[in-house]
């Protein structure tokens, strides 16, 4: 007779709480999570500063000396870019690109995001 038991329970209800029960369960999950969030609001922040400068991706990549399909899977995140590209970038924007390390806190912004919007 099998088990009863499910070892891969299905996501059922709200997937932020189920995100945010995973991950404080899970330090390695929640570091991930945190990771990936943070190279989402990179590629945001890209591609909000070239909308606001009125750059198609076209226009963006020639003042990099790159081309259109390497700036659209920058910005769809498929891509990490290198720090190289990302001076080339700022540069062409008119922004100064501004690198810093932060400490890990036990409560990530991330998390603190997830709490806020699940409510």
């Known amino acids: ?64 000396g790159t081309k259109q399909p390497a700036i659209a899977r920058l910005e769809s995140g498929r891509v990490i870019p290198r720090l190289d590209l990302l001076y080339k970038i700022a540069a062409a924007l008119d922004m100064r690109l501004d690198v810093s390390f932060v400490p890990r806190t036990t409560t990530t912004p991330r998390q603190k995001d997830l709490r806020v919007r699940s409510r």
């Not at 999570?33 to 990549?61: G, K, M, T």
């Open 1 to 64: 007779m099998p088990d009863s038991k499910k070892k891969n329970p299905t996501v059922t209800g709200d997937v932020l709480e189920y995100i945010r029960e995973r991950a404080s369960k899970d330090p390695a999950l929640a570091t991930k999570i945190d990771e990936e969030y943070n190279w989402i609001q990179l590629v945001r922040r890209i591609r909000h500063l070239r909308e606001a400068c009125h750059l198609s991706q076209e226009e963006l990549a020639q003042r990099v």
